[in-house]
């Protein structure tokens, strides 16, 4: 018991503890960040989950191998051995990941004014982006239609129609997919809306101009409509 009250008290491991605080408090600010102004696709709030664990565990490891050169190779070694199966599928979540591993880099070797200091800066800084990115920001959508092809003659007439009507409302339009099939139309763009409501107006019209048209839309945010 009390060699467990001197490990304890001892001050490598009240620097450990201290490190590893703050690698929780910083780590929960950044997957705070991710959560609330990330664009990914992805699931976010279970990625961000994984960001303070991520810091955290570097933190340790660094703590642990910074003062030996065996430990060091060992850890080489290991790194050689296991990898990650799952890859990174956007660059936004790259650095995230970037950002919670310097922080437990930098706690972890007891850099730890410097590493406060600039992880609050990065944290304020990107607030301040992630804010001007969603007031700048529109709608950043999938915009499916699916027409019949009464005229299927005329499709390039069809086509050209609808882009007219996409691009009256949209500040950019880029046509992604086209298919013409013996009974349908399908046209798949990808588009820039600034309001929801000119989204609205912009689906109006294209049912007025093909009233049997299908409409599909998918929020780059993971917020289906239709």
Do not use: C
Not at 57 to 65: F, N
Not at 92 to 103: D, G, R, T, V
Not at 154 to 172: G, M, Q, V
């Amino acid at each position: 018991m009390n060699d467990l009250a001197t490990l304890l008290t001892s001050s490598a491991t009240a620097a450990l503890v201290t490190n590893l605080v703050l690698a929780a408090v910083l780590s929960l600010g950044v997957a705070w960040q991710y959560e609330r102004f990330g664009m990914s696709l992805s699931n976010r709030a279970k990625f961000a989950y994984l960001l303070p664990v991520l810091s955290m565990t570097t933190a340790l490891v660094i703590s642990v191998i910074k003062s030996s050169l065996a430990l060091s190779l060992g850890l080489v070694g290991a790194l050689s051995i296991v990898r990650f199966r799952t890859p990174i599928k956007e660059p936004e979540e790259l650095a995230y990941l970037f950002i919670a591993i310097a922080m437990g880099l930098g706690l972890g070797a007891n850099q730890t004014v410097p590493t406060v200091v600039a992880s609050v800066f990065i944290l304020v800084a990107m607030a301040i982006i992630g804010r001007l990115r969603k007031q700048r920001a529109g709608k950043n959508i999938y915009l499916s239609v699916d027409l019949t092809s009464d005229a299927a003659d005329a499709s390039s007439a069809t086509l050209a129609r609808l882009n007219e009507i996409i691009l009256r409302h949209a500040r950019t339009s880029d046509l992604r997919r086209y298919d013409v099939r013996q009974d349908t139309i399908e046209a798949t763009y990808f588009v820039d809306i600034p309001t929801t409501a000119g989204l609205s107006v912009l689906v109006g019209e294209v049912r007025q101009a093909f009233p049997t048209a299908g409409i599909t839309f998918l929020d780059q945010s993971q917020l289906p409509s239709v």
